[in-house]
């Protein structure tokens, strides 16, 4: 069964930094796209940032260029970059992952068949 498991959370301070990870059993990402969202308090689940296959990335206008995605060789670790930290990126942040995702709906959670159980992020001002 393929399984996801995230790690690296933690609080930090405002314009803080941390690096999630997320980690597959028994397959590697390859030939997968892997995307991250978030939920917090207030939203439901938002679409952060998604890398196809071929290394294409789709972040979120909210993004802005704080948050980078990148993934290890062997590809069984996907990394989400987390620059510039806002209170308001505080969330538990999930990581995604479907091997035929649309790219006109790279946001759209139904496009991804495999989740993870999420790691929490929380950015204090």
């Known amino acids: 069964e393929f399984r996801l498991v995230e790690s690296g959370g933690g609080s930090v301070q405002a314009g803080g930094s941390l690096t999630l990870t997320c980690t597959s059993s028994?397959?590697?990402?390859?030939?997968?796209?892997v995307a991250w969202f978030r939920q917090g308090l207030e939203n439901g689940c938002e679409f952060v940032s998604s890398m196809f296959s071929d290394g294409d990335q789709y972040p979120a206008d909210f993004v802005e260029g704080r948050f980078a995605i990148s993934q290890d060789n062997p590809k069984y670790t996907v990394y989400l970059q987390l620059n510039s930290l806002k209170p308001e990126d505080t969330a538990m942040y999930y990581c995604?992952?479907?091997?035929?995702?649309?790219?006109?709906?790279?946001?759209?959670?139904?496009?991804?068949?495999?989740w993870g159980q999420g790691t929490q992020v929380t950015v204090s001002s």
């Open positions: 995604a992952a479907d091997f035929e995702v649309t790219r006109t709906t790279v946001w759209e959670k139904d496009e991804y068949t495999y």
């Open positions: 028994y397959f590697t990402f390859d030939g997968q796209d």
